[in-house]
């Protein structure tokens, strides 16, 4: 079974540019999440989907971040423009459904460097 | 508010030494799931374990075991026979069973075992 995908794998970009990154998460998965982690520290979940709904952005930076999984099932983070403070391991979770005790599967993650 | 604390920020041991890593929760359900994930140096984050708050047995999975304790808001894992392999960033995770869930992590805990 084909595991989360996600890319790129590394993204260097200036202060003011802008990114974005691809998930594929695992087929028959309604629910997709993406998660920040910032170096030293724990994920942090920016946006959760059920198929192609928004289910939680409460932490989303709306102002320069945003995301989309048109069809329900594979999606685009964006940040425009890109912060120092973006620096950071971007994740892509996706469960079965979306219960509270779901377990989640992760892909590798983008690391983003904003210079 | 939902919050895991993971104290311990690096642990470090040697090959066959037994290693307890640590967690602690707070939450205002009564519903609640706990986790614990490995994070390798390829950065994707695998599920170790649920469990369930009204689920207080231990388990034991080969090397790995887990402590859940209510009284006093714990989650510990211990790793027996540390080996190589085990070294990476474990996180303790905490999700409430209430609408609206969300999956928070700790801070993680980097585990080095050296041969």
């Known amino acids: 079974e084909a595991g989360v995908a996600q890319s790129p794998r590394y993204k260097i970009i200036e202060k003011r540019q802008s990114v974005a990154f691809w998930c594929n998460p695992i087929s028959g998965h309604a629910t997709l999440y993406w998660y920040q982690q910032i170096l030293g520290q724990g994920p942090k979940l920016l946006i959760q989907?059920?198929?192609?709904?928004?289910?939680?952005d409460s932490q989303l930076p709306k102002d320069r971040f945003s995301a989309e999984r048109l069809k329900g099932v594979d999606s685009t983070l964006k940040i425009q423009p890109a912060k120092l403070e973006d620096s950071a391991v971007y994740l892509c979770?996706?469960?079965?459904?979306?219960?509270?005790?779901?377990?989640?599967?992760f892909g590798s993650g983008t690391q983003l460097s904003v210079l | 508010a939902q919050k895991v604390t993971q104290a311990q920020t690096e642990i470090s041991v040697v090959e066959k030494e037994d290693v307890t890593l640590d967690c602690v929760y707070e939450t205002r359900d009564t519903t609640y799931y706990l986790f614990w994930y490995k994070q390798p140096p390829s950065g994707e984050l695998v599920f170790l374990i649920r469990?369930?708050?009204?689920?207080?047995q231990n388990e034991i999975s080969g090397r790995y075991s887990w402590n859940f304790q209510k009284s006093t808001s714990s989650f510990n894992f211990t790793i027996t026979a540390s080996q190589v392999v085990d070294s990476a960033v474990y996180f303790c995770a905490l999700s409430e069973g209430g609408g609206g869930f969300k999956t928070i992590f700790g801070a993680g805990t980097r585990l080095f075992v050296k041969a």
């Open positions: 989907f059920q198929n192609n709904g928004v289910v939680d």
């Open positions: 979770a996706s469960s079965f459904g979306s219960a509270p005790n779901e377990k989640l599967f």
């Open positions: 469990r369930n708050s009204f689920d207080e």
